[in-house]
C-alpha cells in the first residue's frame, strides 16, 4: 500500500549527484572534522569533511569518508595514504570561517593554514600541527583505508594516540558540549549549531 505524501525513489539506478543532494539533506546534523595533514613536500593541509563520526572506543578510534575529485585523491587523502598520520580538530562557531574558508580548492603546493592566517600549535605523536583555535583536537595514526561503492570514496579509519582538550570546554572528566559550540553540516549551504538540548536520563551504562 502507498502512501501519497512520500516521494519514493528507487536508489540502485540513481546517478551520484542525485544521491548525495539527498544524503547530505538527510543524514543530518554532520559532525565536521576539520583536519590537518602534511604532505611529503612539508606543506600543511587543512580542510574539513562532514562524512565523518567515532567508531571504536577500545582504542579510541575515528573515521572520515572522503571522495575523490575527478578521479584523483583530495589532498588530505593523499597525504593521509602518505604518511599515515592526520589530526582531527573539531570545528567551532568560533573558527567557522576559517574553517569553511579552507573548504576551497587549493593547489597541492599550497597551504590553507598559510593562505588563510590559520593559527597552528605542533603535535606531541604524529607530524601534522593542531588547529590553535579548536578547543579539542585529536592527533590520529591510520588503521585502516576501505575503498566504498563504485570507489568513488575510501573511508579512513584513525586510532586517536592523544587527545588535547582546553580547559574553556573540558573539566577533567566531561567535555561540556554546550560551552564547545560545535558546528554541524547541514545540506547544501547550510551549518548549524546546537540549539535546544534536551535532557533524558542515560538507559545504558557508559562501557569500562
Known sequence: MSDSSFTTLDATTMDTATAYRLLVGAVVPRPVAWITTRGKNG??????????????HSPPMVA???GSREGQLKDTARNIMETGEFVVNVATFEGMELMHGSAADYLPEESEAEALGIDLIPSERVV??????????MECRLEQA???????????IGEVLVFHLSSSVYD??????????????????????????HHRPQLQKPPK
Open 43 to 56: 606543506v600543511v593541509n587543512a580542510a574539513p569533511f562532514s562524512s565523518y563520526n567515532y567508531v571504536a
Open 64 to 66: 572520515v569518508n572522503i
Open 128 to 137: 601534522p600541527p593542531r588547529v590553535a583555535i579548536s578547543p579539542i583536537q
Open 146 to 156: 576501505i575503498t566504498l561503492g563504485r570507489g568513488l570514496n575510501t573511508l579512513y
Open 172 to 197: 577533567g572528566r566531561h567535555v561540556d558540549s554546550v560551552k564547545m559550540r560545535p558546528i554541524a553540516r547541514l545540506g547544501g549551504p547550510l551549518y548549524a549549531e546546537l540549539g535546544e538540548v
